[in-house]
């Protein structure tokens, strides 16, 4: 098996635990006993457990960033844009919901240099999101609201459906971009 194969079913592996019981509370010799081998083989694969954290939430932060410039090129209207990010939004909770627990829970514990990194790609994300909102309020797409508020009850909603997905068992993915883009767009009356 290829060193880097390895490294990915151990980074796999942690993130499983840190959402099952929260990135401070694992330690090495957690995920080590979990890949059945010695905490000391551990660190021929990864430096450290605050290593693998920062894969994790690093990748996923630049893939909501690819994915906000993707949007962002296309020709669209704001409308559709939206529908996109929210379908982005559920695809990546659908196919990394250990890894969004993670950036949504324990960012925080990245060392400094990269809570700045993250902190920017988010707050940059949330402006990017929010002047596509704005637009749209604009062209009269969207009903003249607050864009915080709009913006807050979506990104809320996206932000935490990691946690209802997994509880509810695992709803079709095409049912639910479906919904949620018209609950959250179109709302419920």
């Known amino acids: ?108 514990h990245l060392p400094e240099n990269e809570v700045v990194e993250f902190v920017a790609m988010r707050e940059s994300y949330e402006e990017n999101f929010r002047n596509i909102i704005k637009e749209g309020i604009s062209l009269g797409q969207i009903q003249s609201r607050h864009p915080e508020v709009i913006l807050f009850s979506i990104l809320s909603t996206l932000r935490t459906l990691y946690l209802w997905y997994q509880k509810r068992g695992k709803l079709d993915v095409n049912v639910l971009k479906r919904d949620m883009v018209a609950v959250l767009l179109r709302g419920i009356v």
Not at 35 to 42: D, F, N, P, Q, T
Not at 44 to 53: A, F, R
Not at 64 to 90: C, R, Y
């Open 1 to 108: 098996m290829s060193t880097t194969s390895r490294k990915s079913e151990i980074i796999s592996k942690a993130s499983q635990l840190f959402k099952e019981k929260g990135y401070s509370a694992v330690t090495v010799r957690d995920i080590a006993q979990a890949m059945e081998m010695k905490a000391a083989s551990l660190y021929n694969h990864i430096d450290s457990k605050q290593e693998i954290l920062s894969i994790l939430i690093l990748d996923l932060a630049r893939d909501f960033t690819d994915g906000m410039h993707q949007v962002q090129q296309m020709k669209n209207s704001p409308l559709q844009k939206i529908e996109a990010l929210i379908e982005l939004h559920i695809d990546i909770t659908v196919n990394q919901s250990e890894a969004l627990a993670a950036l949504n829970n324990d960012w925080m």
